[in-house]
């Protein structure tokens, strides 16, 4: 079955601070790859997703994930983090014969300190 | 101009009553979802409908039932209600038929507790 691993539970980065989210999935066959970003008291919205081409790929404010097929990683990142990137971040995948079914990751919680 | 939205916010109620959450969309999409987040935050899916037409069902209790009146809405009733149903639901929504590429777009969620 596939899953999705997020290695960091909590985050607390002061701001400024350079941004890495992990994210591993098991699925041998095509994917896309997405990240979901929740603010406190918000609904889930996209910052990024992949399904084809430049495995680097920018996303909404500021951020960016490589896809690395061989080490199955769709790590997020962001050179330069602000106070309101606070916020819970989800890793996702589906594949090409499940329909829109979105298998998440556990979440990381991001903390910027002002 | 709400894209996914849910109702009730809160919903607060006893074990063994019915409740229904309701979900609509006015993006127009083909497709809706429902997911639950437990207390983790770990997201599930539950079901998912294609013009009314069951296309996801999980592993999901027969408690829960789905029900798509029209392509813009997808309500999910609850039967039984236990205290490990208490969970935040989320509906979501994307455009297309199969959607795998699809942005989901995501209702602001309800907070179901159990008591």
């Known amino acids: 079955a596939q899953s999705v691993s997020q290695h960091n539970h909590h985050v607390i980065l002061s701001e400024a601070a350079s941004l890495e989210l992990g994210c591993n999935y098991s699925?041998?066959?095509?994917?896309?790859l997405f990240w979901y970003v929740q603010y406190p008291g918000q609904h889930l919205q996209l910052l990024l997703k992949?399904?084809?081409?430049?495995?680097l790929v920018k996303g909404i404010k500021g951020f960016e994930a490589e896809f690395i097929k061989s080490k199955f990683s769709f790590n997020l990142r962001k050179p330069s983090v602000q106070w309101s990137d606070t916020a819970e971040y989800f890793c996702a995948v589906n594949s090409g014969n499940q329909g829109g079914k979105l298998i998440f990751g556990q979440g990381t919680e991001l903390s910027v300190k002002p | 101009d709400t894209a996914v939205s849910q109702t009730p916010k809160y919903l607060v109620t006893q074990m063994g009553n019915d409740k229904s959450i309701k979900c609509e969309q006015n993006?127009?999409?083909?497709?809706m979802y429902w997911y639950k987040q437990d207390s983790k935050k770990f997201l599930k899916i539950m079901f998912s409908?294609?013009?009314?037409?069951?296309?996801i069902n999980e592993t999901v209790p027969n408690r829960f039932s789905p029900k798509s009146p029209d392509k813009a809405h997808l309500n999910l009733h609850i039967n039984s209600l236990e205290l490990g149903d208490s969970a935040v639901y989320f509906c979501?929504?994307?455009?297309?038929?199969?959607?795998?590429?699809?942005?989901?777009?995501f209702g602001p969620g309800t907070r179901l507790t159990v008591l």
């Open positions: 993006l127009g999409h083909d497709t």
């Open positions: 699925y041998g066959g095509t994917v896309n």
């Open positions: 409908y294609n013009n009314k037409e069951l296309i």
């Open positions: 979501a929504s994307s455009q297309g038929v199969r959607g795998t590429t699809d942005t989901q777009y």
């Open positions: 992949y399904f084809s081409g430049d495995p």
